[in-house]
């Protein structure tokens, strides 16, 4: 199946032999959308890699630039304001909601239920017209910068923000009784691609789909970056281990990133302050380089550092390695894309199922070839 | 005067056509024109054209109808540039498609690959001469004119099947394997739920099954088997919860991927076609036909082509219904499709049987022979 298969959401190819109508054995073959993200870098300013990271995963581009820049500003010694801090970990939920609301349409797509197709795209809408008025771009932001943030929120954004996470709450019900309350729903997902917790914790699967196996793992909680320690939410879990599982676990992700949001947006609106960090060195990025902070460093002055960032993805844990060693573009840049693994053990969930399961099992992944390819 | 019927408006225009065209031509000639059996061959061929016309027109009308109604439960519009509320966009669709180089695989089978599609469009149009829209309004009519229209509407999986195989594709194939099961698993219920009706009515014949559900329309006492039949139906129309030969996650376009341009046009035709043909079969078995019950004023029913106005309208609406199940269901897995097909359908399907023949008794009980006119 693939590289050209609707079922593949992206350019792979899954090798299934099957046995009749019954999967023997998978071997997922990746790398058809290489580009070589991590070499480019190499060659690039810090603040010149935030375009690449948009590239990264297409449909969550703040997250990975909130992983790619916690690293930098690790690796730079750059300490970024707190009002910066707040706004991105807003952008990054809001950006969690609209990579599973894309996930919900698609896998809902998968099952052949097209109305919640049109409807989970309706609705990311929304919040991409939320980035739009604060980023300039609904889909490749380079928005967040080493150091903070490109521009504050527009006058009023809370209020609209808030209005289009009120008006979420509401879909997310309608969704959960278009699919759950479904006699075919059920009997398609219920009991399908099983990955208990220890082979999941033994393939290195992370995300949803560890946590639709009752693991309470999750990096935001566990190892709370940026301001997440300072926020209330509670980690999505569910029992089954299973499609559905994966899909109740997505949903109240989505529930608890507009709690999340909620939190950012009033606490941003009673602290104002700046967005960027005052001493930055120019050499960041000659094009993209923040203005009107003068008091810049030299840098055959500045010192080498070595910078790593863990992050709750939307679709797992991704991880950023990035060596800084005094020069203006990073020594060696590596990611850790959770979406290439969890397509590996495939092997591991796929075998003893139906061809016809390929497509609700392989879409309750949530395939993103861009990020796992990279 | 005689009622309009299509008949005698084809025979009208013969008629017209050949005396007029008779003057041109020299008096043994003129004579033979005007005989009675050359009109009646020209009549013929006028009443087939209107008919084909009226039935493409309605079908892609109904592609129309389905896209709007599709877009209104997905909280969007639809089609709406090409003429009025997107009324002509399949039109233009159909025209792109003519357009279309038509691309064969090389390694497909010449005569299977063409036939298939043609033959599939025709056998289903074929049934449009069959079905009576309303009194006078049908092609022929034969004793067994709803056993013919079954038979007619079963041959869909042979073609698909023949279609798929030539392709030579394996995509292909599994959705043809998948198309002939499916069918062949659901034809049983569906021949079934017809013999609930035809038990009621006491015939085979489609004008005489509507004229029986003078008093009461035939859903009220056999809702078993309308819902039988509406679920067979969607299996033999393939849609979206049956929609498994063509499941697009999984099988690219199932029997249809390799075809293009025109040859697919024919396909989706041809679909079209069927749902309407469906359609037709609901409401002429459990929908009173073109019919209303009398407590209508008979201001609605007694205007010029009343009939197939009320009869396109619930048309309209028992199509309105599948697109609806489209718009809310997902699709099923192959085996829990034949399972709920033969496990579930047939025996519901038995017990309507069972109840239809209760209601005939039940009415038969007072008067001795009353069947096929009971309640009158």
């Known amino acids: 199946m693939g590289p050209q298969h609707p079922m593949t959401h992206g350019l792979w190819n899954l090798r299934v032999r099957i046995e009749g109508e019954v999967i023997k054995d998978v071997e997922p073959e990746m790398g058809f959308l290489h580009r070589g993200i991590e070499k480019i870098s190499e060659d690039r300013h810090y603040n010149e890699i935030i375009t690449l990271m948009d590239r990264t995963c297409y449909v969550a581009g703040l997250n990975w630039e909130h992983l790619f820049i916690v690293a930098a500003e690790q690796a730079l010694h750059i300490e970024p304001p707190e009002r910066a801090e707040y706004i991105r970990v807003l952008s990054a939920e809001l950006q969690r909601i609209a990579s599973h609301l894309m996930w919900y349409a698609a896998f809902c797509q998968d099952l052949g239920l097209t109305t919640p197709f049109l409807y989970g795209m309706r609705d990311r809408d929304l919040i991409l017209d939320l980035f739009q008025s604060y980023t300039g771009a609904r889909l490749t932001y380079e928005y967040m910068r080493v150091g903070g943030v490109r521009n504050d929120l527009p006058l009023g954004f809370t209020d609209r923000c808030r209005k289009v996470v009120d008006w979420l709450m509401d879909r997310f019900v309608e969704y959960d009784r278009l699919c759950l309350s479904s006699t075919i729903f059920n009997e398609r997902c219920n009991g399908l691609g099983v990955l208990l917790a220890p082979e999941a914790v033994a393939y290195g699967v992370t995300g949803p789909m560890l946590r639709s196996a009752g693991s309470h793992r999750d990096i935001r909680k566990d190892r709370p970056y940026s301001v997440y320690n300072k926020l209330q939410f509670e980690v999505a879990t569910a029992n089954t281990a299973d499609v559905t599982g994966r899909y109740l676990v997505r949903m109240e992700e989505m529930r608890q990133a507009v709690k999340i949001s909620r939190q950012c947006l009033d606490w941003l609106d009673d602290n104002p302050g700046p967005v960027m960090a005052s001493q930055l060195p120019r050499w960041l990025g000659a094009p993209y380089a923040p203005v009107g902070n003068e008091a810049y460093l030299l840098k055959r002055n500045y010192p080498t550092g070595l910078g790593f960032s863990m992050m709750e993805e939307p679709h797992g844990e991704a991880g950023a390695y990035i060596v800084n060693d005094g020069g203006e573009h990073p020594y060696r840049v590596k990611f850790r894309s959770p979406v290439l693994i969890n397509i590996w053990a495939a092997k591991r969930y796929l075998p003893g199922y139906r061809v016809a399961d390929i497509p609700p099992i392989m879409g309750s992944v949530d395939v993103c070839v861009g990020e796992c390819d990279r | ?376």
């Open chain 2, 1 to 376: 005067m005689s009622p309009v019927t299509l008949f005698s408006i084809s025979h009208t225009i013969a008629a017209w056509l050949l005396a007029h065209i008779s003057y041109v031509f020299p008096a043994p000639a003129q004579g033979w024109l005007t005989s009675g059996n050359v009109v009646l061959g020209l009549t013929a061929l006028i009443f087939a054209v209107i008919l084909l016309g009226a039935s493409m027109i309605n079908t892609i009308m109904l592609i129309w109808w389905e896209r709007k109604l599709l877009g209104r439960f997905m909280d969007r519009r639809g089609a709406m540039h090409v003429g009025f509320a997107g009324l002509l966009q399949n039109f233009a669709d159909g025209l792109k498609l003519f357009r279309k180089d038509t691309v064969r695989p090389g390694q497909a089978d010449e005569l299977g690959f063409w036939l298939s599609p043609t033959a599939y469009l025709v056998s289903s149009l074929v049934l449009f001469a069959i079905l009576p829209i309303s009194t006078g309004w049908n092609g022929g009519s034969l004793p067994l004119t709803l056993l013919l229209a079954l038979v007619i509407f079963s041959f869909a999986p042979l073609f698909i099947f023949l279609g798929a195989w030539a392709s030579n594709n394996k995509y292909s194939l599994i959705g043809g394997m998948r198309s002939a099961a499916q069918m062949i698993a659901y034809e049983v219920p569906i021949l079934l739920a017809v013999v609930a009706v035809v038990v009621l009515s006491g015939s085979f014949d489609l004008t005489t099954i509507v004229q029986e559900q003078r008093n009461y329309w035939f859903w009220a006492p056999l809702f078993l088997a309308l819902i039988v039949f509406l679920t067979g139906m969607l299996a033999e129309m393939e849609r979206i919860p049956f929609d498994l030969p063509e499941a697009e996650a999984e099988l690219v376009e199932g029997w249809n991927t390799e075809y293009g341009g025109m040859l697919f046009a024919f396909f989706m035709l041809a679909d079209y076609v069927r749902y309407m043909v469906g359609s037709i079969l609901v409401v002429l078995l459990f929908l009173g036909g073109w019919t209303l019950p009398s407590y209508i004023p008979t201001i609605l029913t007694s205007f010029p082509l009343a009939g197939i106005v009320w009869f396109m309208v619930k048309v309209y609406l028992v199509f309105g219904v599948f697109v609806w199940v489209r718009a809310s269901l997902p699709r099923m897995r192959t085996d829990q499709l034949l399972k709920l097909g033969w496990m579930r359908m047939v025996p519901l399907a038995l017990l309507s049987v069972v109840l239809a023949a209760l209601v005939v008794a039940a009415h038969c009980l007072p008067l001795i022979g009353c069947v096929p006119s009971m309640g009158g």
